[in-house]
């Protein structure tokens, strides 16, 4: 790496990761922040398991429906303005979760919620691509997504001392948590809005020749990827499909696990909502640790399908430890395993479809991917929820989605890097 690309790398990265990393910390405990209110919403609302697994995974039908069209309105309106409408949105939304009094409204505003979410990550994707180049994408979408783990380290802790707030106004725990957790989804948006600048040509923070360099980078790339000419072409490609349903076993793990854990703690340990909450956020201290060195690992070796399919399956397995455990500390670590696995996979799998995919197809095949499998999200926490509302436990629904994240694994093998 020469001088002025380490430069240019290290002015991109501190100017717009660490900002990006917290929206996304936001964004991330928005969606699962539904999986601590559980704990008092469920008894005190009457919420059976299947009941709370459907509301808890139709965030992801909202999201699956308007992915496309927000990332192709994103492309269209720029990332700073769509970024900060949606964040404002969206925290709106969750903030009227305090609202709900029974499941039609609960799977509404979940529903409305993934909808006002759907074009964030894909957009903010689409926006890493155009300011990084592809030999730093890995890490960098690496660095990014810690959020997610982290947002799991900080929101464990905090949901779970918001939830013992009910004895203050006429508002229960659960109702003070997503009041407090949705104002700065709102607060956020105003700032991106003045701080995010669409293009590289327009960044002052650039010097001259670093901005020269970037722009004319950027350029080239297109003719050096494999390129899926166009938005409907990148739809027909059977390589776009099978990423998508690699993604769709991930996040199948990644939502069924997020979005239970608090209940499966509760349910080995009977602590009080506060330890509840520590405890939770175990299993993402671990993977926040890993996902950065495999992503710079990745990049370092330019392989991306073993490192998105070793993860894919040490999860798989570590899960299945999970179902057969029946006390905290194996069950604990055998989550923590699983949960490091799936975010281990996450920088070096979208750095594949950015290499598959052209400029002009990136928009539509990236939200493509997002949406199809987030549909994980979805089937995820309603099977876990299905299947203990008809045994009484969790093993069936971890051994389920288990072989989920072992699939995506193999698929994962089958892919085509850029370079074949």
Not at 60 to 80: E, I, K, M, T
Not at 91 to 114: D, E, H, K, N, Q
Not at 188 to 201: C, F, I, M, S, T
């Amino acid at each position: 790496m020469d001088e002025i690309e380490a430069a240019v790398m290290r002015r991109l990265t501190w100017r717009l990761v660490p900002f990006l990393f917290l929206l996304y910390i936001v964004a991330y405990l928005d969606r699962i922040n539904v999986g601590f209110a559980a704990l008092q919403m469920r008894p005190r609302l009457g919420f059976t398991d299947a009941v709370y697994g459907l509301g808890a995974g139709i965030f992801f039908a909202g999201y699956f429906v308007f992915q496309v069209p927000s990332n192709l309105a994103l492309q269209r309106l720029g990332a700073r303005r769509w970024i900060a409408l949606l964040m404002m949105t969206w925290g709106v939304i969750s903030a009227s979760t305090i609202f709900v009094r029974g499941p039609r409204s609960f799977y509404l505003l979940r529903f409305l919620l993934g909808a006002a979410e759907a074009g964030f990550f894909p957009g903010v994707i689409l926006y890493l691509k155009n300011w990084f180049p592809a030999r730093a994408r890995a890490r960098t979408v690496a660095r990014f997504m810690t959020a997610a783990p982290l947002s799991g380290v900080v929101g464990g802790p905090l949901s779970g001392a918001l939830l013992g707030l009910h004895p203050i106004a006429v508002m229960a725990g659960w109702q003070w948590m997503f009041l407090m957790e949705g104002i700065p989804a709102v607060l956020l948006g105003g700032v991106a809005l003045a701080y995010l600048v669409d293009r590289p040509e327009d960044a002052p923070w650039l010097a001259h020749e670093e901005r020269t360099w970037l722009v004319e980078t950027l350029k080239r790339e297109p003719a050096e990827v494999t390129a899926v000419a166009g938005a409907l072409a990148a739809l027909r490609s059977g390589q776009i499909w099978m990423l998508a349903l690699v993604y769709f076993g991930l996040n199948t793990v990644s939502y069924g696990v997020s979005l239970w854990l608090p209940t499966l703690i509760r349910s080995l340990t009977g602590v009080s909502d506060f330890t509840v909450g520590a405890l939770s956020a175990i299993p993402y201290i671990a993977a926040a640790l890993a996902m950065v060195a495999v992503g710079l690992h990745s990049d370092r070796s330019a392989e991306r399908r073993w490192h998105v399919a070793l993860p894919a399956f040490a999860g798989a397995l570590a899960l299945t430890g999970a179902a057969y455990s029946t006390s905290i500390g194996p069950a604990i670590l055998a989550v923590s395993l699983a949960v490091l696995g799936v975010f281990c996979m996450l920088g070096p799998f979208w750095a594949m479809p950015t290499s598959l995919l052209s400029r002009t197809a990136a928009a539509a095949g990236i939200a493509f991917i997002n949406s199809v499998g987030n549909l994980g999200g979805f089937v995820g926490p309603y099977v876990i929820g299905l299947v203990r509302t008809s045994t009484g436990q969790f093993k069936g629904g971890l051994l389920l989605v288990s072989a989920a994240l072992a699939a995506s694994g193999a698929i994962a093998l089958m892919v085509r890097s850029g370079r074949e």
